[in-house]
């Protein structure tokens, strides 16, 4: 017998004992898998095997294995005869245990044909349900169960399922047909059809069948289950399941299993039922039973909202206004045993289950069970609750929280209801690239934005792209949305690190300055009219949405409620104190401003791990000190601009430090790509040559003279202090000014200092002399020293490479994975979106035509690209440690705040993550989670 290739963590099985032809039983007896068989059987088998075994009551039945569906879509999508067998084989076995057979008229057999990946995909895949039924089965089953009203109900709707599924023949043609019948019968509900109304629906449905197909419908029950479990493996490659693997990051080559099992009718009358259940709330994650069930009906009718499920508890019940009808009440001690269930399955795989279960003629069935999904908000109270029962240990719990879980707890959010309400004025989707909700009116200048919040207007800066001096607009506004920009652009960077909702990358929308308009689509809205952003989802509402901030910000950074009052509060300092202890990882900030920098402490920073300076330079007046410096021919002029700015940056960094209370603080020496400091528009170049004592048309040929094609690969970084040592002079002595002023109010500081953009080890040779001796000359000023390191960022490939040179003259080492990203993939930082969005979600495939060759799966400015980026990184810290066995090293690019890079960053022993400081609850879970993983 042929052998297929099989992936090698195929569980417990070995891989030489697998056959791919056989399947694999449960039920009373022959049950052959287990919960830890997924990756074989699918959740779902593996599952049912399990309860089976634990004397859940599950129809019998059998699973055929992912590895059949591979081997089935790589040889031609055509079952093998062995495997036919062994189902020929395996429905004799279920039949012997039903006491039932195939097509029989007397007793017949029914089934259910489901898939089942290793993880759940909720309806992304096809069932076929009362597979079995023939026009004699049918009579069997009619007279066995004295009910032809059942048998025939099952009929039609096996018929409609199939033609569906098996022959992907139009279901709503199928359903005319029964409307068509109910009105004639002036019926509403299909509870109300009667057999001979029923066995008429069947003759037409079938008629129409063979007419849509070309063929009769099929009267062997075998042949059935053939094309059924052929229908089931098509299905895993839908486009619906393609694109739900695409988003989940599922590989294809997992297949699905398929389930076959012996049917249990939820629609055999009143004493029937079918439902859906979870063993707690998944919306709040309240320990209560939570689901909704059908009387008289099939699975597929709860799901499929033809009829409305009720409650199952008459708690919900009540609240919903339905008394009376909930399955407490109507099946009292059929509910009691269901939830006996729900504790035993709860019990037994320690987690909140989803279960799905039938009730025939009052016997209980369980047809599913599996961990239930939930909210961000749930899992964390689950978490937390079922460690206080002792059902899981504090990592386990951990490791079910998601951290974007803590990210949906910390933003503001929109109110679910009115959002829906707004969906007709729902524009389109940019990046989501700051999580929040935020709602306002339309603000086109930086200028407009704090003037609309002078007079108490919420509002959304809306701009083409954002520069430093629309900072202070940015913080004025509630959001921010820009045109043009990815996940590290500015706005991007900025609007995360201040907590700010901001979608980016709105490709199609067009700011039109002078007539005061924004369009999309063709719908235009005013400077001044009400938009609403999404930054957890990227999405753009022409309309107002109302928000509120999160409890967790109310209560750590705005103080203004009692924490103890809040259960989210209460969850959250639990989950946080849990991460803290597991984690190795050290998590800091980047921050350059006392208010920032108090965010992140209040939320468990535990240091500044980068202070942009070019961020200190934000207002107005500070821009025009450094245009000064770069510009100014007169000497005086740039000596004056030098001190002010000596000053002022000295006071900032008091401010800092004072604040980080003798937690480390990395302060970065100005790294601004030149282009976004110089005057752009013709009041600034007004200003700018007034305060540089020169004409406009000479500020113009100056401006003209430093113009670069690239900025971002030009003169910035390490090469400004290179080239203008007296800009790493006056940094050098306010950053030393502030510390030793500290340290003589007893406040322990000991700075470090970093080089950014270094290629070269010589580089790092030059800007580490020069702040030594700028150093030394200070405390020689001022008769007084305070120790200080100084570090270089690695940010360019060769720097990675050359690490163990650089590393020679560097106390420490922080990556730069912004800028890393940028130079190694060749992708500018500020120009990705034009294709970088499309290279993710599929373009046109050469050999297809659809667009779905994905060519790179994540955005590498959010999730680093471990494999091309991700190993720099690694010869980098391999290359410094060689040299300098115990250099701190860190990272600081906004890959420090994303949780499949801090992964990485685990697994490649640095010291510490440092990223904005609303990132930093997610940065500590997923510390902790990856300390807990490895
Ligand atoms: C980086 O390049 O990763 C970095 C942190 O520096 P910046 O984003 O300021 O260029
Ligand atoms: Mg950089």
Not at 39 to 68: D, W
Not at 136 to 150: D, E, F, I, S, W
Not at 398 to 412: C, D, F, H, K, N
Not at 915 to 934: D, K
Request: aromatic share 6%.
């Amino acid at each position: 017998m042929m052998k297929t290739q099989v992936q090698t963590d195929i569980n417990t099985v070995a891989e030489t004992e697998i056959n791919p032809f056989r399947v694999y039983h449960f039920g009373k007896i022959n049950n052959d898998g287990n919960a830890s068989m997924k990756n074989l059987l699918g959740g779902k088998g593996a599952n049912l095997a399990e309860m089976a075994s634990i004397g859940i009551p599950v129809p019998p039945g059998f699973t055929i294995p992912t590895t059949m569906c591979t081997f089935y879509n790589e040889q031609g999508r055509v079952l093998p005869t062995d495997l036919k067998t062994e189902v020929d084989q395996a429905v004799r076995l279920m039949e012997e245990q039903m006491g039932t057979e195939f097509g029989s008229e007397a007793n017949p057999l029914l089934v259910s044909v489901r898939s089942g990946a290793r993880v759940s995909m909720p309806g992304m895949m096809d069932t076929v349900l009362n597979l079995g039924l023939t026009d004699l089965a049918v009579q069997g089953l009619a007279a066995k169960t004295n009910n032809a009203r059942m048998a025939y109900d099952s009929y039609r709707r096996f018929i409609v399922m199939y033609a569906d599924v098996v022959k992907g023949l139009n279901g709503e043609d199928f359903e005319h047909i029964i409307e068509a019948n109910k009105a004639k019968a002036g019926i509403e509900q299909d509870t109300e059809l009667s057999v001979d109304q029923l066995k008429e629906i069947c003759l037409e449905l079938k008629e129409l069948y063979a007419k849509l197909s070309g063929e009769a419908f099929p009267q062997k029950p075998q042949d059935q289950l053939y094309a059924a479990i052929e229908a089931v493996f098509d299905s895993w490659n839908t486009d619906r399941a393609v694109l739900y693997r695409k988003i989940q990051n599922i590989p294809s080559d997992w297949g699905t299993a398929v389930n076959v099992q012996a049917m249990a009718f939820g629609n055999k009358g009143e004493t029937s039922a079918t439902g859906v259940a979870f063993t707690r709330n998944p919306s709040t994650g309240e320990k209560k039973y939570f689901g909704e069930y059908l009387i008289n009906a099939q699975g597929e009718d709860v799901v499929a909202g033809v009829r409305t499920p009720l409650p199952i508890s008459a708690e919900s019940a009540k609240a919903k206004d339905l008394q009376g009808q909930s399955m407490e009440e109507l099946m009292p001690e059929t509910y009691i045993e269901l939830t006996q269930v729900f504790e035993t399955l709860e019990k037994h795989y320690t987690d909140m289950q989803d279960v799905e279960f039938t009730v025939e003629e009052e016997k209980l069935y369980i047809l599913q069970t599996r961990d239930g999904k939930r909210s961000g908000f749930a899992q964390v109270k689950i978490a937390v609750d079922m460690v206080k029962e002792g059902l899981v240990d504090e990592k386990t719990a951990l490791g079910r929280i998601e951290p974007a879980s803590i990210e949906q707890m910390l933003s503001p959010i929109f109110n679910a209801d009115d959002k829906v309400k707004a969906k007709d004025k729902l524009m389109g989707a940019g990046l989501n690239a700051g999580p929040g909700a935020a709602s306002g009116i339309v603000a086109l200048s930086a200028t407009k934005a704090e003037w609309y919040k002078k007079q108490g207007f919420p509002c959304v800066l809306v701009r083409t792209d954002t520069s430093p001096s629309d900072f202070g607009g940015m913080m004025a506004a509630e959001g921010v949305l820009t045109v043009r920009g990815g996940a590290t652009s500015h706005a991007a960077v900025v609007a995360r690190q201040f907590g700010k909702p901001c979608v980016c990358g709105l490709t199609g929308l067009v700011v039109d300055e002078e007539l005061k308009t924004i369009t999309y689509k063709g719908e235009t809205i005013k400077e001044g009219d009400n938009i609403s952003i999404d930054g957890s989802t990227g999405e753009v509402f022409f309309c107002k949405i109302e928000t509120s901030p999160s409890e967790i910000s109310q209560a750590f950074i705005d103080k203004c409620i009692d924490p103890n009052q809040s259960e989210v509060c209460r969850h959250y300092q639990q989950i946080m104190a849990w991460a803290d202890k597991y984690r190795t990882l050290q998590i800091r900030t980047n921050a350059d401003t006392a208010r920032d920098l108090n965010v992140a402490l209040s939320l468990g920073a535990e240091g500044i791990g980068l202070a942009r300076v070019e961020h200190m330079f934000s207002s107005d007046d500070r821009l025009l000190l450094l245009r000064q410096v770069m510009l100014a021919k007169d000497e005086e002029i740039k000596n004056l601009a030098l001190s002010h700015i000596e000053h002022f940056l000295k006071e900032d960094f008091t401010a800092v430090f004072k604040t980080l209370d003798g937690r480390p603080a990395t302060v970065r020496l100005l790294d601004p790509p030149m282009h976004e400091f110089m005057p752009h528009n013709d009041g600034d170049k007004a200003k700018t040559a007034k305060a540089l004592k020169v004409s406009e048309d000479d500020l113009t040929a100056s401006l003209g003279d430093m113009a670069e094609h690239n900025p971002m690969l030009g003169f910035r970084g390490c090469r400004l202090g290179i080239l203008k040592p007296e800009l790493t002079r006056v940094q050098v002595r306010a950053i030393l000014e502030a510390a030793l002023e500290l340290n003589s109010a007893l406040v322990p500081c000991k700075p470090e200092i970093m080089v950014p953009i270094i290629m070269h080890e010589n580089e790092l040779i030059h800007q580490r002399m020069l702040i030594d001796k700028v150093a030394e000359e200070l405390f020689a000023e001022l008769n007084a020293r305070v120790d200080y390191s100084v570090g270089t960022m690695i940010e360019l490939p060769r720097a990675a490479l050359q690490a163990g040179e650089i590393a020679k003259h560097a106390d420490f080492f922080s990556f730069g994975t912004n800028d890393l990203t940028q130079t190694t993939l060749g992708i500018s930082r500020d120009d990705a979106n034009h294709f970088l969005p499309t290279y993710k979600n599929g373009v046109s495939d050469p050999m297809t035509g659809t667009g779905n060759f994905e060519v790179y799966p994540d955005d590498p400015f959010q999730t680093l690209d471990q494999s091309g980026v991700g190993q720099l990184v690694q010869v980098g810290v391999k290359g410094g440690r060689d040299t300098s066995e115990n250099l701190k090293i860190g990272i600081c690019g906004e890959h420090g705040g994303d949780p499949a890079s801090i992964d990485f960053f685990h697994r490649t022993g640095l010291n510490y993550v440092s990223c904005s400081p609303y990132r930093v609850p997610v940065a500590r879970l997923s510390a902790a989670l990856s300390a807990i993983r490895n």
